[in-house]
C-alpha cells in the first residue's frame, strides 16, 4: 500500500462525517444549498406553528396597583416601640411581598368585589378557595428594585376584572394590615392590664411581708438604727486611728531617748528632750551663767569672789538643767503609757461596735431584699400602667404604614399575544432550527457526499469524480467513453487514466482489481470504462469479468455465449476461445462464463495465477471486474494475483464506516491500493464542479452540431 502523507486514514469514518481543518465558508454555503429542503421545510414548519399558537391565544390585559411599605410611622406614643416591627428590615419587607401573594389574600379580595360569584372571571362550579388558588395565577406581587414599593399585576383576558383585582388585592391587604395593628394593640392593652394586677398584687404582698418582719425585730425602723450604728462606727474609727498615730509618735521619741542613754550620751542632746520647755529654759539659764562666768574670768583671778560666786551658781544651774532633763524622760514615759492604754481602749470599743453592726447588717439582709423585690414590683407596675394608657391611646388611633400608590387601571390593549414579537421569533427559531439540522443531517449522515471528506476518511486521493451518465441505454452507460466521448462522464474517466499515470506505482500496476463496498456502486461501469480509455491510449488492455456471482461484461458488450474464466479456471477451454475482441482497438474482454459453484475457491487457486501470469504476457493492462467486498470473500481469494486496487464509492449511497471495514479487509489481504474512484457524483450540486461541468457540457453540444451538420451534408 502506497502511503501519504496528506491523508489521514479513517479520520472521521467511524462517527459520521466531521469538517476538516481546511474547509472553506463555500463548503459550508454548498452543504447548506445542497440541504436547503430540510430549512426551508423547518422554518416553514416553525412559522405555521408559531401562527397558529399566537392565533390560538387568549389576548391577556395587564393591569398593576402600587403600594408602599413605609419605612416607619410617626410615632405618637413610645408603646409603638413594642408593637411595630422594624420597617428596615429586608425579611419585613419580603414577609408584605409574600403575605400579598398568597391564597388567602386573593380569596379576601374576591369577595370583598364579589369575584367569587362572577363567572367571567373564573368558573363558579367550585369552592371559593379552589377558584382562589386558581386566581393567583392571575397575579404578579413584585418588589420595585431599590424601593419600598411593591407592583400587585392581574393578567387576565377582561381588562376591566384585571383593574378590579389589582385594587381589591392591594386594598384588601392594606385593611387587613390596618386591622392587624389594631388587633396587636388591643391584645397588647389586655397583656398589660393582666401583668398590672399581677404586680400589684405582688407589691401589697410584699409591703405585708416587710410589716412582719420589723415586728419580729421589734423596730421602728432599722435604716435609722444602721445609720446611728454606722455613725459611731466611723468615728470610734477615726479616734483609733488619732490614737494610734499619737502612739507611734510618743513611741519613737522614747526609743530614741533609750538609744540615747544606751550609747552614754547626754539627754540634752536627744532632739525631743531638747525641745521640752523645762529643759529648754534650764538649758538657756545654763548658757547664759557659762557666759558670764567666761567675762569673770577674763577680768579676774580665780580666787575672786564674784568669779567663785558665779562658778558656784553656774553649778547649780547645770544642776538644774540635768534634773530637767531627768523630768523630761519621765514625762515622755508617762504620754507613752497614756497613748498605749487609749490605743487599747478604742481597740475595745471598735471590737464592740463591729459586732453590733455586724449583727444589724444581718438584720439588714432579708429586709433590704424583701424592700428591693417591693421597689422592682413597683417599678414595673408604674412602666406598665403608663404603657397601658398608651397602647389603649394607639388602638383608637386607625394608622397603617402601608398605602396605596396608584390604583390599576383597565389597559387599552393586550400585552399577549404580540403578533411581530412571536412571528419573528418563530422565524428566528425556524431560521436556526432549520441550518442547524440542515448541517446536522449531513454531519451525521456517513455516506460519501464530498471529495474532501471521502480523502480525509479512507485516507487515499480520489483519483477522479464521475458524473451521472446521462444515457438512455443501460449498455450504452456503461461504455459512455465509446458511445458519447464528450460526455463529463467520459471526460472523468480519461482524467482516472490521466491520475493512474501520475501515480508512482502505476508502471507495476499490470493487473487491476476494480472493487466497491456494496453492490450497485457502479464499478463494472468503471471498470469497463477504465479498459476502454487505456485501450484507447494505445495499450493492449484486457477487462475480465471476475464477478461470478452477477457477471454483467456480455450484456454489455454483447458477447456470444462462448467460453469465459470460469471454463479457463476449471480446465475446459482456452484463451483463445474465452478471449473476444471489442469495437474498440486494443481492447479485449474475458467474460465470467458458466456460473460455477465454488467461486471463491476457483479465484484462490493456483490455476488463476497461472492464468494471470499467462496474460500478462499478451497484454498490458488486465483490468478484473471483481465483485463487492461485502457479502462476497471472491475479491479477498483473488487479492494475493493482483497488484493494485482501484476503490469505487457512490456519490451519496456509500457509508464511510462500511468503506473503512471494506478497505480495512482488502489491505489485510496485502493488495496495495492506487486510488479511488467518486462515482455518480451530481456536479452541479459540488461547488467545486459546476464550472467543470458547464464547460464540457458546452463542448458535447458543439460536438452534436458539427455531427448533425456532417450528415446533413
Request: with cysteine; glycine share 6%; hydrophobic share 45%.
Amino acid at each position: 500500500m502506497v502511503a501519504n502523507s496528506e491523508y489521514s486514514y479513517g479520520a472521521s469514518g467511524a462517527r459520521g462525517r466531521a469538517p476538516s481543518s481546511d474547509w472553506h465558508w463555500i463548503d459550508y454555503a454548498a452543504v447548506l444549498m445542497d440541504r436547503i429542503w430540510i430549512a426551508v421545510a423547518v422554518l416553514v414548519l416553525a412559522v405555521g406553528i408559531g401562527v397558529y399558537r399566537t392565533w390560538k391565544q387568549t389576548p391577556m390585559y395587564r393591569s398593576s396597583a402600587r403600594i408602599m411599605v413605609e419605612e416607619n410611622l410617626p410615632k405618637l406614643l413610645n408603646v409603638e416601640d413594642v408593637l411595630m416591627a422594624n420597617a428596615r428590615n429586608l425579611q419585613y419587607f419580603n414577609t408584605h411581598v409574600l403575605a400579598l401573594n398568597s391564597r388567602s389574600m386573593a380569596e379576601e379580595a374576591m369577595v370583598r368585589i364579589g369575584l367569587d360569584r362572577d363567572p367571567r372571571f373564573l368558573p363558579t362550579n367550585s369552592p371559593v378557595s379552589v377558584r382562589a388558588a386558581s386566581a393567583m395565577g392571575f397575579v404578579r406581587v413584585n418588589p420595585v428594585p431599590q424601593s419600598r414599593l411593591i407592583d400587585v399585576t392581574v393578567e387576565h383576558p377582561d381588562p376591566d376584572m384585571a383593574a378590579a383585582f389589582a385594587n381589591a388585592l392591594a386594598e384588601q391587604y392594606i385593611e387587613v394590615n390596618l386591622n392587624r395593628r389594631s388587633e396587636v394593640s388591643t391584645e397588647s392593652f389586655e397583656w398589660l392590664r393582666q401583668q398590672a394586677e399581677e404586680y400589684h398584687a405582688q407589691i401589697e404582698k410584699g409591703y405585708a411581708a416587710i410589716h412582719d418582719y420589723r415586728e419580729k425585730l421589734n423596730v421602728v425602723s432599722l435604716e435609722e438604727n444602721e445609720n446611728a450604728v454606722v455613725s459611731k462606727l466611723k468615728a470610734i474609727s477615726q479616734d483609733l486611728l488619732e490614737a494610734d498615730s499619737q502612739f507611734m509618735a510618743v513611741d519613737a521619741e522614747w526609743k530614741e531617748v533609750q538609744a540615747a542613754l544606751a550609747a552614754g550620751r547626754p539627754l540634752g542632746e536627744v532632739e525631743c528632750l531638747a525641745r521640752d520647755a523645762a529643759v529648754l529654759a534650764a538649758y538657756t539659764a545654763l548658757q547664759r551663767q557659762q557666759g558670764e562666768v567666761q567675762t569673770l574670768e577674763n577680768r579676774y583671778k580665780s580666787k575672786h569672789p564674784a568669779l567663785t560666786e558665779a562658778i558656784s551658781l553656774k553649778n547649780d544651774l547645770a544642776a538644774q538643767y540635768e534634773a530637767a532633763c531627768q523630768e523630761a524622760v519621765k514625762r515622755l514615759d508617762s504620754r507613752r503609757k497614756m497613748a498605749t492604754e487609749k490605743v487599747a481602749s478604742l481597740k475595745e470599743a471598735l471590737d464592740a461596735q463591729g459586732k453590733v453592726a455586724m449583727e444589724l447588717d444581718r438584720k439588714l439582709v432579708k429586709y433590704k431584699e424583701l424592700k428591693r423585690e417591693v421597689e422592682a414590683d413597683r417599678q414595673m407596675y408604674d412602666v406598665i400602667a403608663a404603657r397601658m394608657k398608651e397602647a389603649k391611646f394607639v388602638g383608637e388611633v386607625k394608622r397603617s404604614n402601608i398605602r396605596l400608590v396608584d390604583h390599576a387601571e383597565p389597559a387599552a390593549r393586550p400585552f399577549r399575544p404580540i403578533w411581530k414579537k412571536s412571528i419573528l421569533f418563530s422565524l428566528l427559531l425556524g431560521l436556526f432550527l432549520g441550518i442547524g439540522l440542515s448541517y446536522a443531517s449531513y454531519f451525521l449522515d456517513d455516506r460519501m457526499k464530498r471529495v474532501e471528506d471521502v480523502e480525509h476518511t479512507l485516507g487515499m486521493p480520489v483519483l477522479a469524480v464521475v458524473p451521472p451518465v446521462l444515457l438512455p441505454m443501460p449498455a450504452d452507460r456503461s461504455r459512455v467513453v465509446e458511445k458519447s466521448p464528450f460526455a463529463p462522464a467520459a471526460e472523468a474517466f480519461r482524467s482516472l487514466r490521466a491520475s493512474l499515470a501520475l501515480r508512482q506505482e502505476w508502471p507495476g500496476c499490470r493487473r487491476l482489481m476494480v472493487t466497491s463496498t456494496t453492490a450497485a456502486e457502479g464499478k463494472s461501469t468503471v471498470a469497463c470504462n477504465l479498459a476502454m480509455v487505456l485501450a484507447q491510449s494505445g495499450q493492449r488492455t484486457l477487462l475480465i469479468d471476475a464477478d461470478m456471482r452477477r457477471p454483467v461484461m456480455r450484456g454489455m458488450f454483447g458477447i456470444a455465449a462462448l467460453r469465459g474464466l470460469s471454463d479457463l479456471l476449471s480446465g475446459s477451454g482456452t484463451i483463445e476461445e474465452a478471449v473476444q475482441e471489442t469495437t474498440v482497438p486494443g481492447l479485449s474482454v474475458m467474460a465470467a462464463g458458466p456460473l460455477p459453484s465454488n467461486p471463491s475457491e476457483l479465484l484462490a487457486a493456483p490455476v488463476m495465477r497461472r492464468l494471470l501470469e499467462d496474460l500478462e504476457r499478451r497484454f498490458d493492462r488486465i483490468v478484473m471486474d471483481c465483485p463487492p467486498v461485502f457479502g462476497v470473500s471472491d475479491p479477498i481469494s483473488l487479492l494475493p494475483s493482483m497488484h493494485c486496487v482501484i476503490f469505487v464509492l457512490h456519490h451519496g449511497k456509500t457509508g464511510s464506516r462500511a468503506a473503512v471495514r471494506a478497505m480495512n479487509k482488502i489491505r489485510e489481504g496485502g493488495a496495495s491500493f492506487v486510488g479511488l474512484v467518486f462515482n455518480n457524483v451530481a456536479l452541479k450540486l459540488s461547488s467545486g464542479y459546476y464550472y467543470y461541468y458547464q464547460y464540457h457540457k458546452y463542448g458535447e453540444e458543439k460536438a452534436g452540431q458539427r455531427r448533425g451538420d456532417a450528415n446533413k451534408a
